[in-house]
């Protein structure tokens, strides 16, 4: 497996820690990392503008990712200009065991 830490990025949160995730290295592409990545942070990939290796290299192929090492950081860079929405709590409809015809109902 190959080790290495990623966090969205983000100058305004005070604290933007990394998490390690692994890779499982026969499967070292960038869809791989991607995927990954995404699912650890709880983001969804079409809003991941671009995956960045700090401190300033942009990782654009297979070959790329086949290139990193243990621990090395990475951000995701996200498109939206709103992060605040990617990481909003779900509203009580969307919440699994919610009932909508319950909640209608008058005493």
Avoid: W
Avoid at 34 to 46: A, H, K, M, W, Y
Avoid at 55 to 66: E, G, H
Avoid at 79 to 98: H, I, W
């Amino acid at each position: 497996e190959l080790v290495l830490k990623v966090r969205i990025q983000n100058p305004n949160l005070r604290e933007n820690d990394f998490i390690e995730i692994e890779l499982d290295r026969q499967e070292l592409t960038y869809k791989e990392l991607l995927r990954v990545s995404c699912r650890e942070l709880g983001v969804n990939p079409e809003h991941v503008q671009k995956i960045r290796k700090l401190p300033n290299t942009m990782l654009r192929k297979d070959k790329d990712v086949a290139r990193l090492q243990d621990f090395q950081e990475l951000e995701l860079v996200l498109t939206v200009s709103d992060k605040n929405l990617l990481f909003r709590a779900p509203t009580l409809s969307e919440q699994s065991g919610y009932n909508k015809k319950a909640s209608e109902l008058t005493y």
